[in-house]
């Protein structure tokens, strides 16, 4: 399984873009990246997955280098609310398969 | 909106007593995992089940640790005897076979070891 670097915390204020980088250097070919948004006393949340370069739903957008060594996460406009946990996880995409959550960037929007 | 539900949110036992988290999966749903969350740390994967199965399973997923789907709709996790260390968020999730990489996860039981 990929390990996924990403900062430990970061802060915004209302309004502002934030991107979130992670990293996996040693991603394999088979692998897609996912994140997903958890906040205090609540289960994970899924936001995106991609595979290779942009995906974007209503939530956010997902960057996905070339290299695909490393991804970037993408909420636009942010709110109090997005105050969260954001976890980047890197694996196979089917179900059944081991889901490995790393230690999440922490991300504190400020008014 | 579907969502997994989960039962008791909140279960206080003594160490080496029995405990069984139960879990509603979303109805179509064919994938079903558990994971703990310790407070202040990460989520942790504790194991997979699909086709009435485990599919994966952690190191953390030991002999204490058992997983049944009793009929089509409840999925429930089993510790068999509590540790104080096994105090933590248990929270369930299950995923759809079009789209399993997305993961729906529960409220969480927690669980505390007295």
């Known amino acids: 399984l990929a390990k996924t670097t990403q900062p430990i915390s970061m802060d915004s204020y209302e309004g502002q873009e934030v991107n979130i980088t992670c990293s996996h250097n040693n991603i394999a070919t088979n692998d897609y990246i996912t994140w997903y948004q958890q906040f205090p006393s609540q289960g994970p949340r899924f936001i995106i997955q991609?595979?290779?370069t942009k995906v974007t739903n209503e939530v956010a957008s997902l960057f996905i280098p070339a290299d695909r060594k490393s991804s970037t996460l993408s909420l636009p406009r942010v709110s109090l609310s997005d105050t969260a946990v954001y976890y980047c996880?890197?694996?196979?995409?089917?179900?059944?398969?081991?889901?490995?959550f790393g230690a999440g960037t922490r991300l504190f929007v400020k008014a | 909106e579907p969502e997994v539900t989960q039962t008791p949110s909140h279960q206080v036992t003594q160490m080496g007593q029995e405990v069984i988290l139960r879990c509603v999966p979303i109805?179509?749903?064919?994938?079903f995992y558990w994971y703990r969350q310790i407070l202040g740390q990460k989520v942790e994967f504790l194991v997979s089940?699909?086709?009435?199965?485990?599919?994966?399973k952690s190191e953390i997923f030991d002999d204490q640790f058992s997983v049944e789907r009793p009929d089509g709709s409840n999925f429930t996790l089993k510790i068999r005897s509590t540790k104080l260390e096994d105090s933590a968020m248990y929270f369930c999730?299950?995923?759809?076979?079009?789209?399993?990489?997305?993961?729906?996860f529960g409220p969480g039981t927690r669980l505390t070891v007295t």
């Open positions: 991609g595979y290779k």
């Open positions: 996880l890197v694996g196979i995409n089917t179900g059944g398969f081991k889901t490995i």
């Open positions: 089940f699909y086709n009435n199965e485990i599919s994966e």
């Open positions: 109805s179509n749903h064919l994938y």
């Open positions: 999730a299950s995923a759809s076979a079009g789209s399993s990489y997305e993961q729906y």
